[in-house]
């Protein structure tokens, strides 16, 4: 089972592209069976966020201690949450506030569990990951 990260905001946000030869981060359109996630938003342009790994899965960088990855899943899970983080300072200024569903696939219209504020600096923590079934919103980083 993998992780799927979703975000929405006010205005569209930006596609990046998924390169099979080079698996990184990227954002895409939703597949027909995730539309059902729509529910979770209260803004309408929403879009799916996906790791190196395909899906969210990568971006669980802190949830466990480092000896427990091979030392290339551990850097392409950092490089994946620093993408993501460059991502938002690019999106945020430009779309507003924007709102993040992370759950496991097949719980897209569960009731959320967690909830908080993150920025784009929470993503690059070493202890950052995201929680099931968490609804949290984006904001700028602090000045």
């Not at 392409?76 to 460059?86: G, M, Q, V, Y």
């Given at each position: 089972?993998?992780?799927?990260?979703?975000?929405?905001?006010?205005?569209?946000?930006?596609?990046?592209?998924?390169?099979?030869?080079?698996?990184?981060?990227?954002?895409?359109?939703?597949?027909?069976?995730?539309?059902?996630?729509?529910?979770?938003?209260?803004?309408?342009?929403?879009?799916?966020?996906?790791?190196?790994?395909?899906?969210?899965?990568?971006f669980?960088?802190?949830?466990?201690?480092?000896?427990?990855?091979?030392?290339?899943?551990?850097?392409?899970r950092?490089?994946?949450?620093?993408?993501?983080a460059?991502?938002?300072?690019?999106?945020?200024?430009?779309?507003?506030?924007?709102?993040?569903?992370?759950?496991?696939?097949?719980?897209?219209?569960?009731?959320?569990?967690?909830?908080?504020?993150?920025?784009?600096?929470?993503?690059?923590?070493?202890?950052?990951?995201?929680?099931?079934?968490?609804?949290?919103?984006?904001?700028?980083?602090?000045?």
């Amino acid at each position: 089972m993998c992780m799927m990260i979703y975000l929405s905001a006010a205005k569209p946000l930006s596609k990046i592209e998924w390169n099979e030869a080079e698996p990184r981060f990227y954002i895409s359109t939703l597949a027909p069976n995730e539309e059902r996630v729509s529910c979770q938003f209260k803004t309408q342009n929403v879009v799916y966020a996906g790791s190196y790994e395909g899906c969210g899965c990568g971006f669980q960088y802190g949830e466990y201690p480092a000896e427990n990855y091979e030392p290339d899943e551990l850097k392409n899970r950092r490089r994946s949450l620093d993408d993501f983080a460059k991502y938002l300072r690019n999106e945020l200024p430009k779309v507003g506030a924007i709102e993040l569903f992370a759950c496991w696939d097949g719980d897209q219209e569960a009731a959320p569990e967690h909830r908080r504020s993150l920025t784009p600096a929470s993503l690059e923590a070493n202890d950052f990951f995201f929680f099931q079934k968490e609804c949290s919103t984006l904001t700028e980083d602090s000045r």
